[in-house]
């Protein structure tokens, strides 16, 4: 018998009748109570529900009602003039003194003001707490539009929240970017084209935005042919001596230990000495080994050649030759023309940082580096060169009027691994400052991965915004998990549980933690990551010995 006070919230399991439930549709927006408090801690507590009132609540027209003390829903407590709102996170059966309730885990999550229809200024946090034997009451379809209504002019709509059909999910942009966010979700899940349309709503209500999105798959290119600036081996055209000295030594160093040691030791006097020559060196006075000073390959080799002429004894010449060699097959290898051509030489270095960080955008508030050509090998290379530029522009025009940069990076775990997976590099050294440092300096990092758990440790915890979609790893789960606000631990529980294209989104973005369905993203702006249709496909026949031909000849070039 559970009894809540003479308020008709009487069920008992020894009633032989079998009564079918009715619909529990009340009129005003604060229905019969669902069940009482049973215990209060500081960010959560326990409730006991009544099994009957939840029978009437599951079968009501109004979707949020009828999901009513379901873990992942909401429910409300009135205390003193505010109504306090909580998550459900836990249920379990309360047999004690032969009772047929429910105890439930609770999370708050904020409380508004009670007015006359309803509740009105929702807000994050608690003022005052309720005791024990408070009533508890179900959140309806017009509360939640209370507490997720978004205003104001950084707001993007993105989908509708769970379960309603008709409440938008607001996010507020300055928060998101402000302090970095995460798109979390398995292969499959609809990740890239959540992120499409994240960056769509963005560059649709950010028109002179600059945006830089690192696409390792050639992915993004398709969605975003009409907005944005779309960049590839073809024309990228990125200048080898934009690149500082670490950035240097891991293309152009292939030895280990202390041979490694001794080559780095030549190329950095050397590099310096290169540098040197040009004559923004005489202008600028002072330079170091990483000054963006352009210099000439030619002059690099000539000036290991003379350093290698000046040895006095029988010392080993392996360092130079090897650097000299690697010089020459960069040189000469096609596949490393965007970076080593000799028309790369100019300074043209206010032009490039101009047409990739979009300043002016010219409408096209957003750049997508394609770097599926670049080689394997080097490719993480390139996207440090790309990160590190975003920041160093951001400190060393912190003199100017702020222009804030997002750097979104898809297969984040690729470029900043945690430790046991892979050594420190200068891209997860450079990705790793951003999201330490980034936001005090303007920069937004947007991190997109189907392992977070493969992500560098403290990493994750930098984003205050996380949007978590459907993920089957446990261990990534519980590393999602531990990254999350106390108050969002009920919502993801539900993550395994999510369809396609569902997300949870907790954080600074969003009011409170929130599930929410994404909306379509028209064909034109959805990214080229759709799964082929096997059984379709193998039905069709006819230009195969043609399109195998010019694939071999596209493979022999190296290019596409």
């Known amino acids: 018998m559970i009894d809540m006070g003479g308020q008709g919230l009487t069920g008992d399991i020894h009633d032989d009748t079998v009564h079918a439930p009715q619909p529990y549709d009340a009129p005003n927006p604060h229905p019969e109570p669902i069940g009482v408090v049973l215990e209060i801690a500081g960010s959560g507590s326990q409730i006991v529900l009544d099994r009957q009132r939840l029978d009437e609540c599951a079968i009501s027209a109004d979707a949020a009602l009828a999901l009513s003390g379901q873990v992942g829903s909401q429910v409300k407590i009135l205390v003193g003039r505010r109504w306090l709102f909580a998550n459900v996170r836990t249920q379990k059966h309360d047999r004690r003194g032969g009772s047929d309730g429910i105890v439930a885990h609770i999370d708050f999550l904020g409380e508004g003001e009670a007015a006359e229809g309803g509740m009105q200024g929702f807000r994050r946090g608690v003022t005052n707490y309720p005791v024990p034997g408070t009533f508890v009451y179900p959140v309806c379809t017009q509360d939640l539009r209370e507490i997720y209504e978004g205003a104001g002019d950084d707001v993007i709509e993105i989908g509708t929240v769970y379960p309603t059909r008709d409440i938008r999910a607001p996010i507020h942009v300055d928060a998101m970017l402000g302090k970095h966010f995460a798109l979390l979700g398995s292969t499959g899940t609809g990740k890239s084209t959540s992120a499409a349309l994240i960056l769509h709503r963005i560059c649709d209500a950010a028109p002179e935005g600059h945006i830089l999105m690192i696409d390792p798959h050639g992915e993004y290119s398709a969605a975003f042919r009409d907005t944005g600036l779309l960049l590839d081996v073809s024309n990228l055209q990125l200048p080898y001596w934009l690149m500082n000295f670490a950035e240097h030594c891991e293309i152009l160093l292939s030895s280990q230990g202390e041979q490694r040691q001794m080559d780095a030791e030549i190329l950095a006097k050397c590099l310096a000495q290169a540098r040197a020559k040009h004559r923004l060196a005489g202008e600028m006075g002072r330079i170091t080994v990483d000054s963006p000073i352009p210099y000439l390959l030619s002059d690099l080799s000539t000036i290991i050649s003379n350093e290698m002429g000046k040895l006095e004894k029988a010392t080993t010449t392996a360092p130079y030759v090897r650097l000299k060699t690697r010089l020459e097959e960069l040189k000469q290898d096609v596949r490393y023309q965007f970076l080593f051509s000799g028309m790369l030489v100019g300074d043209t270095m206010t032009e490039f940082i101009g047409r990739i960080f979009r300043m002016p955008s010219r409408g ?52 900043v691994p945690s430790e046991r997976n892979g050594e420190a590099s200068s891209v997860g050294k450079i990705l790793s400052r951003i999201a330490k440092e980034g936001r005090k300096y303007g920069v937004s990092l947007g991190l997109i991965t189907q392992r977070p758990s493969d992500l560098a440790e403290g990493v994750l915890s930098q984003c205050g915004t996380i949007i978590a979609m459907r993920l089957n790893n446990e261990r990534d789960q519980a590393f999602v998990k531990a990254a999350m606000p106390e108050g969002a631990r009920g919502f993801l529980d539900v993550i395994p549980a999510l369809r396609n294209r569902e997300c949870i989104i907790c954080g600074e973005g969003v009011s409170i933690p929130m599930r929410v369905s994404f909306d379509d993203l028209e064909p034109r702006r959805r990214p080229a990551s759709a799964d082929p249709s096997f059984t379709t496909l193998w039905r069709e026949t006819g230009g195969e010995e043609e399109m195998v031909a010019r694939t071999v000849q596209r493979w022999r070039g190296q290019g596409r």
Request: one cysteine or more.
């Open 364 to 415: 096209r508030p957003i750049s997508i580096i394609d770097v599926s050509g670049v080689p394997s090998e080097i490719t993480s290379t390139v996207v440090a060169v790309l990160s590190r530029l975003v920041f160093d522009f951001a400190i060393w025009s912190r003199s100017e009027r702020t222009r804030p940069i997002l750097l979104v990076c898809e297969e984040a775990h690729r470029y």
